[in-house]
C-alpha cells in the first residue's frame, strides 16, 4: 500500500469520486493506492488541486514509470 497515494486520493474524496475526477474506472483508483499515482495525473493534481499535496511526499505518492521487469533487471 502506498501511504502517500492514499491519502491523497483521500483528501480528493473517495475512490469513486477521483475515478469520476479522471473519467477512470474505480479499480484504476484502487491500483493507485498501491503502486502510486501515475505521472499526468499527479500534474494535473499539482495544479488543480495543490492543498490535497500539503505535507505529502509527491515523489513516493508517485507510480514508478519502470515496469516490474525494469525493476527485476
Known amino acids: 500500500m502506498n501511504t ?17 475526477m479522471f473519467e477512470v474506472r474505480m479499480p484504476s483508483v484502487s491500483e493507485w493506492k498501491k503502486s ?24 513516493a505518492a508517485t507510480a514508478s514509470s519502470a515496469t516490474p521487469q525494469q525493476v527485476e533487471a
Open 4 to 20: 502517500q497515494a492514499t491519502t491523497v486520493v483521500e483528501r480528493l474524496g473517495d475512490t469513486a469520486e477521483v475515478a469520476r
Open 36 to 59: 502510486g499515482i501515475p505521472k499526468a495525473r499527479m500534474m494535473f493534481i499539482k495544479a488543480v488541486h495543490p492543498e490535497a499535496l500539503d505535507g505529502i511526499d509527491v515523489v
